[in-house]
C-alpha cells in the first residue's frame, strides 16, 4: 500500500510563502501523475496543480504565477511551492497521485492557514 505523507503547512500572513512537500513510500516514478488538491472551509475539494511523469504541468487559474509544482524522483518526494499567499488560499492541501490503472492515492491532508 503505497502511502503519501504531507508536510510544511502552517500559519503564515498574506504575501507570505510556504512549501509543501509530499514524501511517497514507493518511487514516485509510478504514478502517472501527481497533483496537489485543496479544500477550504465550506468547500469542495478542487485540483490546485498537477505534474505528469514528463515532468508537465498544469494549474488552476487562481494559483497561475503565485504556485509551482515540482517533483524530485530520487527522494519520492513532491512539492508545492506557493508564493504571494491570500487569505482565500487557506485550505486543507492534500497530495495525490494517480496509478496507470487510473487509482489515485491520497495523502492525509496539511493545514494551510494565511493570515490578513
Known amino acids: 500500500q503505497v502511502q503519501l505523507v504531507e508536510s510544511g503547512g502552517g500559519l503564515v500572513q498574506s504575501g507570505g510563502s510556504l512549501r509543501l512537500s509530499c514524501a511517497a513510500s514507493?518511487?514516485?516514478?509510478?504514478?502517472?501523475?501527481m497533483g496537489w488538491y485543496r479544500q477550504g472551509p465550506g468547500n469542495q475539494r478542487e485540483l490546485v496543480a498537477t505534474?505528469?511523469?514528463?515532468?508537465?504541468?498544469s494549474y488552476a487559474d487562481f494559483v497561475k504565477g503565485r504556485f509551482t509544482i515540482s517533483g524530485d524522483n530520487t527522494k519520492k518526494t513532491l512539492y508545492l511551492q506557493m508564493n504571494s499567499l491570500r487569505p482565500d488560499d487557506t485550505a486543507v492541501y492534500y497530495c495525490?497521485?494517480?496509478?496507470?490503472?487510473?487509482?489515485?492515492?491520497w495523502g492525509q491532508g496539511t493545514q494551510v492557514t494565511v493570515s490578513s
Open positions: 505534474i505528469t511523469r514528463d515532468g508537465d504541468t
Open positions: 495525490n497521485g494517480h496509478r496507470p490503472s487510473g487509482y489515485a492515492y
Open positions: 514507493e518511487s514516485t516514478l509510478g504514478f502517472v501523475d
